[in-house]
Structures are given as structure tokens and as C-alpha cells.
């Protein structure tokens, strides 16, 4: 994969505030990647920046071999989606799509053609003559989009574009838009908080936090394989127990906790642990057995039953270990697991709970770098 | 996060294209013109000719004849006594408006607006023809009997100019209040009505302290403008009706002492200024 | 128990229903019947103005109409006012996109010096544009009257203009660069389209203050005449009764200026 744009220690603050601070990121050419963050990460400042909206402070953002930093927004070989979709209310969707090409002198008849193609391809054939305030959000949305694609990008920013969508339609759009990236084969660059729409439609996440990059990676590695506490925090659900690293080896770590010694497999998020150190693991609920499957378990505790949650789909539990009362943890079963202890299990009973030391995490009790 | 994109290299021409025409516009109409006042007020008249030297002698004469300071403090008093009456009819028409809805409320609206918009002058003459002896007020109060003789004391004095400033200017005091009723949230009423307060309470508690800006951009206008007027006191005030105002218009008329007009107009001017910049402390100009 | 309203609630209570609807009432009928007095008597066919009413006639419009003097001051006032909108809408528009795109120091004080001539009464700013004619050597006339209503009149459309720059969405004028327009472009072919309604607003708002303006034209004028101030010198000569059906006129454009206009305003979805 070669690389089509390069950000070298960017960084931007707003008055006394650090949004982004100092991003290294690669970008392919061709790929789908997002980057995900909570609200004031920095995450959409980034996106912002390649656009060209905001001028970066330090650092350089290289495209084709060179720093593209200074060139003014209407230059540049980007095009946005924009979170309100920014479709002009005194066009007709004609127009709108039709906007950019008429900026730059295109003639008329071909206009005419390319515009009647970025409309199929959205799904939106026929609807040149309407004008934008007669349209649905999820119409809208793609409205914006075929304006942005017709100019045949190098790369098309998004910036949270299906946030102001309701779940089914928004699923819908993730989907579509997987689509055409896929079909038109340009970059695309996905701003967005939704965990799972990063997750599904991505080729690679970055994970922003406080301006700082924190890991970039495929999405089943940053699920799997996190490299720092924030990552492994960030991602779908997580106890986290405190501790003090007991021993290290090239293949496993333990901890001392206030449910007992804890082994976990060698990781990433490991690095730079040294033994006596705090460190916190990690463990996620669906990875956590309960019955006589835990028995087995090289991490196995006693516990009890303090709360059954249903939420449909799934049943999860909270359980407090008889070692450590005071510290809760949620387990979820699904209803497929047919364990004669887990099912059925009422309040205030004792369960045997236990996880594999290939299912858990370690990282260090402070916040950690991540790396590009 | 959305800022302003800063100036900087071609975008630095684009602005200046914007900047320095517009720029030279206002300086040469608006700032010269002030500045020049200003000096005019530093020069002096002999034997019918300016004298362009500087001197301060105007104000010397400002302050030390006793004609002058006089007119200043009654010119303040009549602005002090309009505006505070005006405030004191336009409040409620403001709350009027406001509670309204619908039909009256547009209504309401449009009929302060149109006096807004109507000839300054002639709202002047309406007035005049009310308050003449020969006029209709007089003669509705000798047909009533109330009166013998027709009151002399409506027109041409101070009283007149008193009166005709508060009627002709409280659309200017309407405005602004009402302006900032409407800007208080619905919610904070039914808050606190939610929370068990009185009218009167809502009034003092909530609605009054949210319409503050607006009451002060009102005032402002009044006083200024009540400073500034001299064709009321023209056109009503009689002999005895003369204002600060009238002396700088009549300087600038047959008296032609432009230097000690511009003089007394600068004592006008910075009393005004600093009204509306005292008033401006009170967030006033973002109701204008 | 929900407790009864004590006599100080009733007295609030009959406070707001009296005071606040009695005094507004008042104020506008003081405010009005003046006015009205003046469209009765302009119907009078007696000279005296004063009840009992003589004949309705139509004389004094007839005189009205007839006196060129008045109709002269007539156009004179419209073409000002035509010129002063269009002066101040270049000026007024260019000025906030100006305030509203670029960071500038000194950008206090520009929006300041272009508002003064409206916040300060007309005195000031027609007796500091009469010295600078007076000492630049331009002659007073109708032409420096336009300048005068340019300056005045430029406040109102910037403040309009400026407020509905504001709210207008920054991610359209965003749009517009991204999709490669330049300043130009997008001024003309995405904002200037969506704030047509602040646009009309605006010059009708100065069309309408021009043609009424006073104070400044009273300095800056030569030797012609607009229509305030014909009425000015009616008042101040020989008293006629064609002044009054002068007033009524004026009056009666104002009102339905203003009624148009309130519908045209109420009529408009504002586009976001």
C-alpha cells in the first residue's frame, strides 16, 4: 500500500487550549480509514486541518511529496461531507451537485452527464430539480456526498456525517457508503465518536484522545491487541482492576490484586512495565466465564451475584468477587451458553468466575503514548 | 470550534480591496469631518471672518457667560424629564406588545413602528396643532366647559417642548424595551411560575432584570436625542422655549458664529458620547 | 390546601391588568389622535383649524397637487433616497462581509465609526459634514444632501446585514471554498443569495429613513428643497392648510410602507 498523505508532528491549539498535539499518522491511498475519538479529542481539528479550514501551528501535512500546509482550502484535492451537510438552500440538488464542476468552467452538456451519474450512484436519480429543504436528512446526506465525489477527489473528508441520523437509516448509510469507496476506490477519511461505526466499515482506525494519537491499527487489532490504557479503556466494555506487577517474563506478566494474583499473556500496552510497578488490568466482559467452565480457568475467583441486568439481547451480570467485596464486575452471558451453574442464578448466589490469560490486558496506571 | 480563517498572503489582498475602500469612505465623511469640528471649535470669528487661530476662547466664553451653562442645564433637564416619562408610558405599551399574540400583537407592533417611520417633522406639527391656543385641545376643553380662556400655557414654552418631545420620541423607547422582552426565554417565566411566584414577582425578578438592556439602549436614544433635537424648540418652544441646540443651530444661521456653534456643539457631543458609552457598559448597543 | 391569593397578589394582579394595557393605551392614542386630527382637518374646507368642521372638501389636495414647488421637493426626495440606498448598500454590505470574514485590528473602532452618524442625533453629524463641505470647498446641494443620507443610512444596512451574517451557517461558506470557489465566488453565489431577505430589509429601512431625514439635510442642503423640509419652511411662513393634507400624505405613504412591508417580512420563511 503506498502512502498517499503524510501528517509530521502536527499540532494546533486554540487560545490556551492544546486540540491537537503533535500527530504523526500515514494515510494509503485507497483505504477507508476513520478517525475515532470522544467529543474534544481533536479529532475533527485533524480533519479540519487536511481540508485546510484551520492552518496548523506546527508540523506538516505532506501530499504528493509535498508540505500542503499553506495551500488555501479551494486548492487543495480534498472534498468534505460536513456534519450539517452544508447543501446550499438557494440551489436545486442540481445545482448543488453541479458546483463545483461549474466553478471550474466545465461545460454544460458534460455537467449536465456527470451529475445525472453522481446521482444514480448515491441513489438519488431524478431529483436534480428539487430543492434542499425538501429533502430528507438521509437524502440530504447523500446529496452532499455525490457534490463532493463528482469532483473526483483524491481523498474525501467526512466529517461526523451520519450523526444527525436515526440508528436504522444510519446503519444503512454506513453500509452505502462502504459501497462507494469501495466502488470508486479513492481514500476516504471518516471523522466520527460512534465506536461501531469505526469499527465496521474502517480498513484502519486512529484513535485520538486529548490531541494525542493514541494507536492506529486494523480494527479487530486495536480491539484485541490495545496498546495503552486509553485504547483499551475506549474500546467496547472493560473492568479494570488495580494492582502491583509481581513478575515479568517474555511470556507473561502477573499482578497482585485485591482479588488475588493475576497472570495475563505478554502485550503491547505492556511495554515499558517494570515489576513493583502500579499497572491496572483489563478485562472485557464477554471474555469473563462463569460456572464450571471458570473452574478451569488459570484466573479463577470465587464471587457473587449482586445484579442481573437484561437488556434484550444479552444478560449481563455484576459480581464481586468474595476476595475483594468492594470491587464490581460485569460479565455478560449469552443466551446460547447453556452452563448448568450460570443460568438461573439468582441474587446473592455464589458463582465461580474466571478468565484465560489470553483474554486480558495489562497497562500502566497513567495515561500512555500511543504510537502511529 | 468554527473560527475566523486569519488573514494571510493572497487572502491579505483580498481584505485590503475590502478594507481600504470602505476605510477611505468613512475617513473622509465621517472621521475628517468630526475631527474638523472639533478644531473648528479651537478657532474663532472677528469682524465677520474666520480666524484660524487656535484659542480657546469659545469655551472660555462657554463657561464663564452665564447664559450659556443655564441653556446646557435646562436642555438636560427637559432630556432628563423626557426620557424619564417616556420610560414610564413606553414600559407598559412594551409589555403590551410583548404578552400579546397573534393579530394584536402584529397590530400593536406595526402601530408603533409607523410613527417610526413617519416624518420627524410633521409628527412635530401634529403636536403643534394640538396644543395652540386656537388649537384643538384648547378648543375640546372649553367645549367641555373645563377651562374659560384657552390655556396659553400649552404651546411655545418649555412645557411644550417637553410635552412634544415625549410623544414623538417613545417609539424610540418602545422599540428597545420590547426588543428585549422578547428575548427572555419563555421558560424562565414558567419557571418561575413554575416555582410559585407572584406576577408582580415574575416582573421584578425575572422579567425586568432581562429587559435591562433594552430599558438603557432606550434611555440612551431619548437623552441623546432629546439633547440634540432643535426643531421642537423651533417649531414649540416660543421665546421662551430656547435650548442649547437651538443657540448652535441659530449660530450656524444668521448669527453665523460657526466657531462658538461648533464649541457649544462639542459640549453637546461629549455629553453625549458619554452617555452612550456609559449606556454601552450596560450592554445597550447590542438592543440597538 | 391550595392557598388563596393574598391582597398583595390581587393588587399585582390588578396592577399588570390596568397599568401595563392602560398606560400602553394611552401613549398610543396620545400618539394617534394627533395625527388623526391633522387627516381630518385636511379634509376641512375651512382655513381655521378648529371643531365644529365646516364642508368636506378636497381643496387643499388640489392645492397640493397643483404647487410645483411641492412636487419638485417630491422628486428631489426620491432620487436622494433611491441614490442613498444604493450608496449605502455597497458600502453597508462590503463593510460587515468585510467585519465577518477577516480578523482585522482596528475592527472595533471601523464598526464603531461607521455606526456614530446614526446613534448620534442628526445634528452632529450635519453640522460636521456641513464644516467639511464648507471648508473643502463643495458646494451645498442635493448632491451633497446624498452624501449625508449615504453616511446615515450605511449604519442601518450594515447593522442588518451584519446580524443576518451571523447567523448564517459557517459550513455553507465553508462548502463553497471546499468544493473550490474563491472569495468572489462564494460571495456572490452563496451569500449574497441567502440573505436576500436582510438585504431587502435593509434598503427599505434606509429608503425610508432617507426620505424622511431632517436634521441632516436641514445643514448640508443648497438652495433646492426635499420634502421635510418644505414642510419645515411651510410651518415656519404663512400658515396654509395645504400643509396639513402634505402631513396627511406623508403619514398615509408611511403607514402603507409599513404595513407592506410588516407583511412582506411576516410572509418570508427565513432561509437557514
Known amino acids: 500500500m503506498n502512502e498517499i498523505l503524510r501528517l509530521e508532528n502536527l499540532s494546533k491549539r486554540f487560545d490556551s487550549v492544546v486540540a491537537v498535539d503533535s500527530v504523526n499518522l500515514s494515510i494509503y491511498n485507497g483505504e477507508f480509514l476513520a478517525i475515532l475519538g470522544p467529543s474534544g479529542s481533536g479529532k475533527t481539528t485533524i480533519l479540519r486541518m487536511i481540508a485546510g479550514f484551520e492552518k496548523p501551528d506546527s508540523g506538516r501535512i505532506i501530499f504528493d511529496g509535498e508540505d500542503i500546509a499553506e495551500v488555501p482550502v479551494n486548492k487543495r484535492p480534498f472534498n468534505t461531507v460536513f456534519q450539517d451537510y452544508a447543501l446550499f438552500p438557494n440551489l436545486t440538488v442540481f445545482h448543488n451537485v453541479a458546483y463545483g464542476l461549474s466553478i471550474r468552467r466545465v461545460d454544460r452538456r458534460e455537467i449536465r452527464e456527470r451529475v445525472h451519474e453522481a446521482l444514480e450512484m448515491v441513489a438519488l436519480p431524478g431529483y436534480g430539480e428539487r430543492y434542499t429543504d425538501q429533502l430528507s436528512g438521509g437524502q440530504r446526506q447523500r446529496v452532499a456526498l455525490a457534490r463532493a465525489l463528482i469532483l473526483r477527489p483524491r481523498i474525501l473528508l467526512l466529517d461526523e456525517p451520519l450523526g444527525a441520523l436515526d440508528l436504522a437509516l444510519r446503519k444503512q448509510m454506513q453500509i452505502t457508503l462502504k459501497q462507494i469507496q469501495e466502488k470508486v476506490g479513492i481514500t476516504f477519511i471518516h471523522v466520527t465518536h460512534d465506536q461501531e461505526e469505526g469499527l465496521s466499515i474502517s480498513d484502519r482506525v486512529a484513535i485520538v484522545h486529548q490531541g494525542v494519537l493514541q494507536q492506529v491499527d486494523t480494527p479487530r487489532r486495536l480491539y484485541f491487541q490495545p496498546s495503552n490504557r486509553f485504547t483499551a479503556g475506549f474500546m467496547g466494555e472493560n473492568n479494570m482492576i488495580g494492582g502491583r506487577i509481581t513478575s515479568i517474563d517474555s511470556e507473561q506478566v502477573c499482578l497482585d490484586s485485591p482479588l488475588g494474583p493475576i497472570r495475563s499473556r505478554q502485550c503491547l500496552s505492556c511495554r515499558g512495565l517494570g515489576v513493583g510497578d502500579e499497572a491496572v488490568i483489563i478485562v472485557r466482559p464477554e471474555n469473563i466465564l462463569a460456572g464450571s467452565a471458570a473452574a478451569t480457568a488459570a484466573n479463577s475467583f470465587k464471587a457473587v451475584v449482586r445484579r442481573r441486568v437484561f437488556t434484550g439481547s444479552e444478560e449481563k451480570m455484576l459480581v464481586a468477587t468474595e476476595a475483594a467485596p468492594q470491587l464490581e464486575l460485569m460479565i455478560k452471558l449469552h443466551f446460547i451458553q447453556h452452563d448448568d451453574q450460570a443460568v438461573g442464578l439468582e441474587d446473592s448466589a455464589g458463582v465461580q468466575i474466571g478468565f484465560s490469560p489470553e483474554n486480558c490486558w495489562i497497562v500502566g496506571a497513567e495515561r500512555g503514548q500511543g504510537n502511529g | ?288 | 390546601m391550595i392557598a388563596k391569593r393574598t391582597v398583595l397578589e390581587r393588587i399585582g394582579h390588578l396592577f399588570g391588568r390596568l397599568y401595563s394595557p392602560g398606560f400602553g393605551y394611552l401613549l398610543l392614542a396620545v400618539t394617534y389622535v394627533p395625527m388623526l386630527l391633522v387627516i381630518v382637518f385636511s379634509f376641512n374646507q375651512s382655513i381655521i383649524a378648529a371643531f365644529p368642521l365646516e364642508s368636506f372638501s378636497l381643496r387643499w389636495y388640489q392645492d397640493l397637487l397643483a404647487d410645483r414647488s411641492i412636487l419638485v421637493a417630491f422628486r428631489n426626495t426620491i432620487l436622494i433616497s433611491l441614490g442613498a440606498v444604493a450608496g449605502s448598500l455597497l458600502i453597508g454590505v462590503s463593510a460587515s462581509y468585510l467585519m465577518h470574514r477577516y480578523n482585522f485590528r482596528g475592527a472595533k473602532l471601523y464598526q464603531l465609526v461607521i455606526l456614530l452618524p446614526f446613534l448620534l442625533p442628526g445634528i452632529f453629524t450635519g453640522l460636521a459634514l456641513l464644516l467639511f463641505f464648507a471648508m473643502t470647498g463643495i458646494p451645498k446641494s442635493l448632491f451633497t444632501v446624498f452624501i449625508g443620507h449615504v453616511v446615515f443610512c450605511t449604519a442601518v444596512v450594515f447593522k442588518t446585514v451584519m446580524a443576518r451574517l451571523m447567523v448564517l451557517r459557517r459550513s455553507l461558506e465553508e462548502a463553497s471554498y471546499d468544493l473550490g470557489a474563491n472569495t468572489f465566488q462564494t460571495f456572490f453565489r452563496v451569500i449574497l443569495p441567502n440573505m436576500r431577505t436582510a438585504l431587502i430589509t435593509g434598503s427599505l429601512l434606509a429608503f425610508v429613513l432617507s426620505f424622511d431625514e431632517t436634521l441632516i439635510t436641514f445643514f448640508v442642503i443648497g438652495a433646492q428643497m426635499t420634502l421635510p423640509l418644505k414642510i419645515w419652511g411651510m410651518m415656519r411662513a404663512q400658515f396654509t392648510p395645504v400643509v396639513h393634507a402634505l402631513a396627511s400624505v406623508i403619514f398615509l405613504t408611511s403607514t402603507v410602507f409599513v404595513i407592506a412591508f410588516s407583511r412582506f417580512i411576516l410572509g418570508r420563511e427565513p432561509a437557514r
Open chain 2, 1 to 288: 470550534m468554527a473560527r475566523k480563517t486569519p488573514a494571510g498572503g493572497a487572502r491579505r489582498a483580498e481584505m485590503l480591496s475590502l478594507l481600504a475602500p470602505t476605510s477611505a469612505w468613512l475617513v473622509v465623511f465621517t472621521v475628517i469631518p468630526i475631527l474638523m469640528f472639533v478644531v473648528y471649535s479651537f478657532w474663532t470669528v472677528r469682524n465677520q471672518m474666520i480666524f484660524r487661530e487656535l484659542s480657546v476662547s469659545n469655551y472660555v466664553r462657554f463657561f464663564t457667560n452665564p447664559m450659556y451653562p443655564a441653556l446646557l442645564l435646562r436642555s438636560l433637564i427637559i432630556a432628563f424629564g423626557v426620557t424619564v416619562t417616556t420610560l414610564v408610558f413606553s414600559y407598559p405599551l412594551a409589555l403590551k406588545i410583548s404578552r400579546s399574540r397573534g393579530r394584536l400583537k402584529s397590530v400593536l407592533y406595526m402601530l408603533i413602528f409607523i410613527p417610526l417611520m413617519t416624518s420627524y417633522i410633521v409628527r412635530i406639527y401634529t403636536m403643534r396643532l394640538v396644543l395652540g391656543s386656537n388649537g384643538v385641545l384648547n378648543n375640546f376643553l372649553l367645549f367641555l366647559g373645563v377651562i374659560q380662556e384657552p390655556l396659553q400655557i400649552l404651546l411655545f414654552n418649555r412645557f411644550a417642548i417637553f410635552l412634544t418631545l415625549c410623544v414623538i420620541l417613545s417609539p424610540f423607547m418602545v422599540m428597545p424595551i420590547y426588543t428585549s422582552l422578547e428575548r427572555i426565554p419563555r421558560s424562565y417565566i414558567e419557571a418561575a411560575q413554575d416555582l410559585g411566584s407572584t406576577e408582580l414577582q415574575i416582573f421584578w425578578r425575572v422579567i425586568f432584570p432581562n429587559a435591562r438592556p433594552g430599558l438603557i439602549a432606550g434611555c440612551m436614544f431619548i437623552f441623546v436625542l432629546s439633547l440634540g433635537d432643535f426643531m421642537t424648540p423651533i417649531l414649540v418652544g416660543g421665546k421662551q422655549g430656547t435650548t442649547l441646540s437651538k443657540v448652535i443651530q441659530v449660530n450656524f444661521g444668521f448669527a453665523y458664529d460657526w466657531p462658538l456653534g461648533a464649541a457649544l456643539s462639542v459640549v453637546l457631543l461629549s455629553i453625549s458620547m458619554v452617555v452612550i458609552l456609559v449606556s454601552n457598559l450596560f450592554g445597550a448597543l447590542r438592543e440597538v
